[in-house]
């Protein structure tokens, strides 16, 4: 252990250590490990850089480097470019705030355990479910999380069926989960509408089926008819989960609790987080009622102290770290306070008014640009008579790695190419428009289509 000026451990310190471990030198602590898998080698990363050195060299590799702020990005397929107020950045920089964790004590955690509260009761709200948890780690593992829940309340069904419109990465998060579980999971396959074939779902389900999970809009940006695949799920004695990454559409669309599904998952990256290179993010979980005790994760209630003031506390914590592992009901998920905090109040200073008109312009901005690209007739709207909300897909007559080539030296990021998900896919690009583009940007996205496409 050399010194460090983060790491105060002493000469004197090491010596302690390693004569508590009854050996006297550092490679005789590691000896159980074989000299096979030792690495014997000097790892390639230079010499130690002082403070001073190390900004100038990372200021040297920005210089050319694009960002996010100097381009137009039309980017989404799970993530949003969504507007986020400077006081929410602030209110979440406070120390108590930016050090929380789980609050096992709930006498000094009355503040974190309320904010987490209101984290709940607004997430519940605006799915219009029952209950929700406290978080976890993002959409993808809450969608697993839902499944193995489905599990656990029909153990004797092992078979899972996933709509094609759910977000492909989640689907691999899902089959990675089950992997060792002996269960089955079948995709749905899409209609030509771009939504789930209800054909190929009924002769898929059986009694064997223990959930159906849907997404919302779904990966290609189409709205799916969630009442009509939740009553066809039902039907059959089969649990009804909905998937929803862009959950601002909530405040135009049906809620799951609408159409009664049984659990609803996603992702609140939406809710103002940064969109920082894919995380950290923030997993949402909501369920009825009558499902709580089966749900992954912890939460939060309200109750009364000794003298009778309405204070916060953990309810339930199921997790494997908290219970036996037997009876734990997942053992990896975790709550993610700082997001979770971060979007509470961001959901506070956007009010129920302000969310509803936020949802109208990603509407609004998103038909205009869907319009007026389908009229340079350089592109085709893929699912032209499904609506959408503020996401859909265009077939290029150019590929769309080329294009997006052609527009990124122009400073514009015009979409994800769907040749990521699906290598056989080379002209389809997805689109996503927020509130944060304007007229002039949407039309400056027209006028490179026209050149290039």
Same mark, same amino acid.
């Given at each position: 252990?050399?010194?460090?000026?983060?790491?105060?451990? /002493?000469?004197?310190?090491? %010596?302690? +250590?390693?004569?508590?471990?009854?050996?006297?030198?550092?490679? $005789? #602590? @590691? =000896?159980?490990?074989?000299?096979?898998?030792?690495?014997?080698? /000097?790892?390639?990363?230079? %010499?130690? +850089?002082?403070?001073?050195?190390?900004?100038?060299?990372?200021? $040297? #590799? @920005? =210089?050319?480097?694009?960002?996010?702020?100097?381009?137009?990005?039309?980017?989404?397929?799970?993530?949003?470019?969504?507007?986020?107020?400077?006081?929410?950045?602030?209110?979440? #920089?406070?120390?108590?705030?930016?050090?929380?964790?789980?609050?096992?004590?709930?006498?000094?955690?009355?503040?974190?355990?309320?904010?987490?509260?209101?984290?709940?009761?607004?997430?519940?709200?605006?799915?219009?479910?029952?209950?929700?948890?406290?978080?976890?780690?993002?959409?993808?593992?809450?969608?697993?999380?839902?499944?193995?829940?489905?599990?656990?309340?029909?153990?004797?069904k092992k078979r899972i069926l996933v709509s094609g419109g759910v977000h492909p990465e989640y689907v691999e998060v899902l089959k990675t989960y089950v992997t060792n579980l002996g269960i089955e999971v079948t995709v749905v396959p899409l209609n030509e509408e771009g939504k789930t074939s209800s054909t190929a779902l009924k002769t898929l389900l059986g009694s064997d089926v223990a959930i159906v999970i849907a997404q919302s809009p779904n990966f290609m940006g189409c709205i799916e008819d969630m009442h009509e695949l939740s009553d066809l799920v039902h039907a059959k004695g089969s649990l009804f989960s909905a998937n929803v990454t862009e959950p601002l559409s909530l405040a135009l669309l049906k809620t799951p609790g609408e159409y009664n599904a049984d659990i609803a998952t996603g992702e609140g990256q939406s809710f103002g987080l940064p969109q920082s290179f894919g995380g950290p993010y923030l997993g949402l979980f909501t369920s009825r009622l009558e499902n709580v005790r089966q749900m992954p994760g912890r939460l939060c209630g309200e109750t009364v102290d000794s003298l009778g003031r309405r204070s916060y506390t953990l309810t339930l914590s199921t997790r494997e770290q908290h219970i036996r592992r037997e009876k734990a009901t997942s053992n990896i998920c975790t709550n993610q306070n700082l997001c979770a905090l971060w979007a509470t109040i961001w959901m506070a200073l956007v009010g129920k008014q302000g969310f509803i008109e936020l949802a109208e312009q990603n509407l609004a901005k998103s038909e205009y640009l869907k319009s007026e690209l389908l009229k340079t007739g350089k592109a085709k709207i893929r699912y032209g008579k499904t609506n959408s909300f503020n996401e859909f897909v265009i077939d290029l007559k150019i590929s769309s790695a080329e294009f997006i080539q052609k527009c990124v030296e122009n400073d514009l990021a015009p979409g994800v190419s769907l040749q990521r998900f699906f290598p056989e896919d080379k002209t389809g690009l997805i689109v996503a428009v927020t509130e944060k583009k304007t007229r002039d940007e949407l039309d400056k996205y027209v006028e490179l289509l026209k050149r290039f496409g």
């Amino acid at each position: 252990m050399s010194s460090h000026r983060f790491l105060p451990t /002493t000469e004197l310190d090491k %010596k302690k +250590l390693l004569a508590a471990c009854g050996v006297n030198s550092l490679d $005789e #602590l @590691l =000896k159980g490990i074989p000299e096979a898998v030792q690495y014997s080698g /000097t790892l390639a990363i230079g %010499k130690e +850089l002082s403070e001073f050195d190390i900004k100038r060299k990372i200021n $040297e #590799l @920005l =210089k050319n480097s694009r960002n996010k702020n100097s381009y137009l990005s039309f980017l989404g397929a799970g993530v949003y470019d969504h507007y986020c107020p400077a006081a929410v950045n602030q209110l979440t #920089l406070r120390g108590e705030f930016l050090t929380s964790y789980t609050p096992y004590q709930p006498e000094i955690s009355q503040g974190t355990l309320q904010a987490l509260f209101e984290f709940q009761s607004m997430i519940a709200e605006i799915f219009g479910m029952d209950i929700s948890s406290a978080s976890h780690y993002d959409g993808s593992t809450s969608l697993a999380e839902s499944a193995l829940m489905a599990m656990r309340m029909q153990p004797n069904k092992k078979r899972i069926l996933v709509s094609g419109g759910v977000h492909p990465e989640y689907v691999e998060v899902l089959k990675t989960y089950v992997t060792n579980l002996g269960i089955e999971v079948t995709v749905v396959p899409l209609n030509e509408e771009g939504k789930t074939s209800s054909t190929a779902l009924k002769t898929l389900l059986g009694s064997d089926v223990a959930i159906v999970i849907a997404q919302s809009p779904n990966f290609m940006g189409c709205i799916e008819d969630m009442h009509e695949l939740s009553d066809l799920v039902h039907a059959k004695g089969s649990l009804f989960s909905a998937n929803v990454t862009e959950p601002l559409s909530l405040a135009l669309l049906k809620t799951p609790g609408e159409y009664n599904a049984d659990i609803a998952t996603g992702e609140g990256q939406s809710f103002g987080l940064p969109q920082s290179f894919g995380g950290p993010y923030l997993g949402l979980f909501t369920s009825r009622l009558e499902n709580v005790r089966q749900m992954p994760g912890r939460l939060c209630g309200e109750t009364v102290d000794s003298l009778g003031r309405r204070s916060y506390t953990l309810t339930l914590s199921t997790r494997e770290q908290h219970i036996r592992r037997e009876k734990a009901t997942s053992n990896i998920c975790t709550n993610q306070n700082l997001c979770a905090l971060w979007a509470t109040i961001w959901m506070a200073l956007v009010g129920k008014q302000g969310f509803i008109e936020l949802a109208e312009q990603n509407l609004a901005k998103s038909e205009y640009l869907k319009s007026e690209l389908l009229k340079t007739g350089k592109a085709k709207i893929r699912y032209g008579k499904t609506n959408s909300f503020n996401e859909f897909v265009i077939d290029l007559k150019i590929s769309s790695a080329e294009f997006i080539q052609k527009c990124v030296e122009n400073d514009l990021a015009p979409g994800v190419s769907l040749q990521r998900f699906f290598p056989e896919d080379k002209t389809g690009l997805i689109v996503a428009v927020t509130e944060k583009k304007t007229r002039d940007e949407l039309d400056k996205y027209v006028e490179l289509l026209k050149r290039f496409g």
